[in-house]
C-alpha cells in the first residue's frame, strides 16, 4: 500500500524561503504532485513532478526528487503572507494519495 | 478556478438520512474521483469513474455508491448518514483515466462539506 508522511507544521518569516518536506513508498508512482489548500478552499494544483527527473522550477517554486530515498520537498522562495495555507504532497498510480499536509504559517 | 463544479456548497443533515453530492468535470475530461476529507483519516481516495464506468474503488464504505452520467456528470450517494460521515467531499476530474495510464493530472473542485447532526 501506500504512505506518504509530511512534517506537520512550518513556520516561516516573511521573506524567507519555506521548504516542505515528504516522503512516499511506492516506488511505482510515475507522479508526484504538490496542491495548496487554504482555508474553506478546495485543493489547488500547484506543481507536479515526473519520477524520472530530479528537479522541477516554476516561479518561486522548487520541486526536488530524490528517487533512491523517496523524499520530495517543496521549496517556496520569498514567501509571502498568501502563502499561509496547508500543502499536501501526493503521490500518484491511478489515484492520488495523500499525506497529512503541512500546514504553513507565514509571520511578519 | 479549476472548472471542476460541485453542489451543494454545504449540506447540513441529519443521522440516518441519505444525501446527493453532485459534480461536473471540467469541460473534455472523462474521468471523475471523489475523495473525503476528514479530520481523523485525512484525503482519502473512494472511487473513479471513466466515461460511465467505475474504474477504480478506494475505502469507499457500502453505504456510499457513485454513478457517472453521459454528460459526464458525477453524482455521489451517502445513505444511512452517520456522525462520523461529516466531512468535506471533493470530487477531481481528469482527461484520462484509462486502466493503466497514470499520467493525467487531477484538478479538484471545492468540495461539499457534510455535515451530519
Known amino acids: 500500500g501506500e504512505d506518504v508522511e509530511q512534517s506537520l507544521f512550518l513556520s516561516v518569516r516573511e521573506g524567507d524561503s519555506s521548504v516542505i518536506n515528504c516522503t512516499y513508498t511506492?516506488?511505482?508512482?510515475?507522479?508526484l504532485y504538490w496542491y495548496k489548500q487554504e482555508p474553506g478552499a478546495g485543493l489547488q494544483l500547484l506543481t507536479y513532478i515526473f519520477s524520472n527527473m530530479d528537479m522541477k522550477q516554476d516561479q518561486r517554486l522548487t520541486v526536488l526528487l530524490n528517487k533512491k530515498d523517496k523524499h520530495l520537498s517543496l521549496r517556496i522562495a520569498d514567501t509571502q503572507t498568501g502563502d499561509s495555507a496547508i500543502y499536501f504532497c501526493a503521490e500518484k498510480d491511478y489515484k492520488l494519495s495523500f499525506g497529512a499536509g503541512t500546514t504553513v504559517t507565514v509571520r511578519a | 478556478d479549476s472548472g471542476v463544479t460541485q453542489t451543494p456548497k454545504h449540506l447540513i443533515t441529519a443521522t440516518g438520512q441519505r444525501v446527493t453530492l453532485r459534480c461536473s468535470p471540467r469541460?473534455?475530461?472523462?474521468?471523475v474521483y471523489w475523495y473525503q476529507q476528514s479530520l481523523d483519516q485525512g484525503l482519502q481516495f473512494l472511487i473513479q469513474y471513466y466515461n460511465g464506468e467505475e474504474r477504480a474503488k478506494g475505502n469507499i464504505l457500502e453505504r456510499f455508491s457513485a454513478q457517472q452520467f453521459p454528460d459526464l456528470h458525477s453524482e455521489l450517494n451517502l445513505s444511512s448518514l452517520e456522525l462520523g460521515d461529516s466531512a468535506l467531499y471533493f470530487c477531481?476530474?481528469?482527461?484520462?483515466?484509462?486502466?493503466?495510464?497514470?499520467?493525467?493530472?487531477?484538478?479538484f473542485g471545492p468540495g461539499t462539506r457534510l455535515t451530519v447532526l
Open positions: 469541460s473534455g475530461d472523462l474521468s
Open positions: 477531481a476530474s481528469s482527461t484520462g483515466g484509462a486502466r493503466g495510464f497514470t499520467g493525467d493530472t487531477q484538478y
Open positions: 511506492d516506488s511505482s508512482s510515475t507522479y
